[in-house]
């Protein structure tokens, strides 16, 4: 009988033997196939330049940048990543980005949503005070009454002009890469045919961190930044967005928040009935002044103010 018999036993212990000595040596040779793999991956990511990968590749949903790269003779690999959206809109490109400095006690006016009837008030303050702010305006407002005559004012008079999208309307602009670029170019359009003026900054609606946005801003920005488009977000708000804000709670908000730092980025809103925020703002103007700050206007020489990103 074969069965129990030392035969038996000795075939049973040879096979365990072999099972245990086979088991490793495969699982072994597997995954050392697959680090050489991932060795050969790693070292063509290495080659090739990273810069505008960086958010595409953090992306929570599906990687956008399945692997279609291929080694050229000089060892540099051409990535085809299938964006059709960086062929959209050709001359929405301004230029690379500048050096950009970081200026000490430099205040930032920056004034959101317009134009409207207010910013003409708002621009009467700034011109008696004899310092400049920047404008990030809506697109659709420059096509209301008066839209474009406010704005030839705000350059006219030495303001720089940013854009904050044409509908500002969250869930139509972050709908997808595409939505956002196409409101972007139909307001920087607008605005370069009014002024002449190619506006090279914006500002994301709800700042660039958004309940809206989080699925798509990682790329978005990097987007914008390949086209040579700034962003900044702000660093003290006036909480003038806000409906039933006082005068005096803009002015308790700002000036203590800018005195804790030398360079302040500060949200206000200039669309129509901002009043309390054109009425604190003398006041500001006056207190920042002299606390020793001086008012400058943004541009994409000045290092930006953005909002942390999630790990
Ligand atoms: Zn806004």
Redesign the pocket.
């Known amino acids: 009988m074969y069965l129990g018999s030392v035969k038996f036993f000795k075939h049973l212990i040879l096979l365990t033997l072999g099972l245990v000595l086979l088991v490793p040596v495969g699982l072994a040779t597997h995954y050392a196939l697959i680090n050489v793999q991932l060795n050969k991956e790693l070292q063509a990511l290495k080659l090739s330049n990273l810069a505008n990968l960086v958010y595409v590749q953090q992306r929570e949903t599906e990687p956008v940048w399945q692997h279609s790269f291929q080694a050229t003779e000089e060892g540099v690999i051409d990535y085809n990543f299938d964006l059709e959206y960086q062929n959209l809109y050709e001359d929405l490109y301004v230029g690379e980005i500048p050096k950009q400095e970081r200026a000490s006690n430099a205040i930032y006016l920056t004034f ?2 317009g134009p409207s009837q207010l910013t003409l008030k708002i621009l009467d303050v700034l011109l008696e005070k004899k310092v400049k702010a920047t404008f ?1 305006v ?1 697109g659709k407002n420059l096509e209301s009454e008066n839209g474009e005559h406010i704005l030839k004012r705000i350059v006219q008079e030495g303001h720089a002009v940013a854009i ?1 999208t044409y509908s ?1 309307i969250y869930s139509e602009i972050y709908g997808s890469i595409e939505d956002y670029l196409r409101d972007f170019y139909k307001t920087y359009d607008l605005i370069y045919r009014i002024t002449d003026i190619k506006p090279d900054i914006y500002r994301f ?1 709800g700042g660039s961190i958004n309940s809206y946005n989080n699925t798509i801003y990682q790329e978005l920005i990097s987007e914008m930044f390949r086209r040579g488009f700034v962003y900044y977000d702000w660093n003290v708000s006036s909480r003038d967005v806000a409906g039933k804000v006082t005068q005096q709670q803009i002015y308790d908000y700002v000036v203590p928040s800018c005195l804790k730092n030398s360079r302040n980025i500060i949200l206000f ?1 200039d669309s129509a009935g901002k009043v309390n925020t054109l009425k604190a703002l003398p006041a500001i103007i006056d207190e920042l002044t002299a606390e020793g700050y001086q008012f400058e206007t943004l541009s994409r020489n000045v290092a930006p103010i953005t909002f942390g990103y999630r790990d």
Do not use: E, K, S, Y
């Open positions: 959101d949503d990030f809506v904050h500002h609606p809103h």
